[in-house]
T-cell receptor, first 116, second 115 residues
Framework: DADVTQTPRNRITKTGKRIMLECSQT?????MYWYRQDPGLGLRLIYYSFDVKDINKGEISDGYSVSRQAQAKFSLSLESAIPNQTALYFC???????????????FGPGTRLTVL | AQSVAQPEDQVNVAEGNPLTVKCTYSVSGNPYLFWYVQYPNRGLQFLLKYITGDNLVKGSYGFEAEFNKSQTSFHLKKPSALVSDSALYFC?????????????FGRGTQLTVWP
């Protein structure tokens, strides 16, 4: 979905390096999410944010941190990358306005991260 | 605890045949249910969702899904498969009683449609 963009699309880094993945959206959605996808494991939630001042840990937040710089931007950082953080990372947004808490999430194209 | 099971890692069907991708769920309350599709090198795309009402939900690209509360299932179906339907399919659930709004995803099912 072109309304949710992620940079970089591919990144190779070394163990111990700090790396930041960025997500931007033009949908005007308040809620943003970071997931990682591993083969055979589906998507697992790392962090989520309901607005600029609200950030919550997901099921696998250890080793990650996030920053919600603005409504439209949500960055994921790996402070000291390790090989088992090699994965495909997705950003997503949703809009629960109007009480439509069942609204679907919209995903970015993903960032493929390799940690050597 | 919320969870989603997709019992088949792979589903293979011939073009023109009906297809079914299975999903069962577990939530503490009543669910919102979703299906997403992922094509190679792409993000997840929304296909359809069940909120309430009619148990048969119709979505994009001719897909439909049937909600069965007694069996806690939400199987994805299509009457006639196309080669272009080949992709990775994810079922997801959200407890409608939760204020957190997070989705729980299954592990995914790789659908391959043979010409």
């Amino acid at each position: 979905d072109a309304d949710v963009t992620q940079t970089p699309r591919n990144r190779i880094t070394k163990t111990g390096k700090r790396i930041m993945l960025e997500c931007s959206q033009t949908k005007g959605h308040d809620r943003m999410y970071w997931y990682r996808q591993d083969p055979g494991l589906g998507l697992r939630l790392i962090y989520y944010s309901f607005d600029v001042k609200d950030i919550n840990k997901g099921e696998i937040s250890d080793g990650y941190s996030v920053s919600r710089q603005a409504q439209a931007k949500f960055s994921l950082s790996l402070e000291s990358a390790i090989p088992n953080q090699t994965a495909l990372y997705f950003c997503a947004t949703s809009d629960p306005s109007g009480g439509r808490a069942y609204n679907e999430q919209f995903f970015g194209p993903g960032t493929r991260l390799t940690v050597l | 605890a919320q969870s989603v099971a997709q019992p088949e890692d792979q589903v293979n069907v011939a073009e023109g045949n009906p297809l079914t991708v299975k999903c069962t769920y577990s939530v503490s309350g009543n669910p919102y249910l979703f299906w997403y599709v992922q094509y190679p090198n792409r993000g997840l795309q929304f296909l359809l969702k069940y909120i309430t009402g009619d148990n048969l939900v119709k979505g994009s690209y001719g897909f439909e899904a049937e909600f069965n509360k007694s069996q806690t299932s939400f199987h994805l179906k299509k009457p006639s498969a196309l080669v272009s339907d080949s992709a990775l399919y994810f079922c997801a659930v959200r407890d409608r009683g939760s204020t957190l709004g997070r989705l729980y995803f299954g592990r995914g099912t790789q659908l391959t449609v043979w010409p």
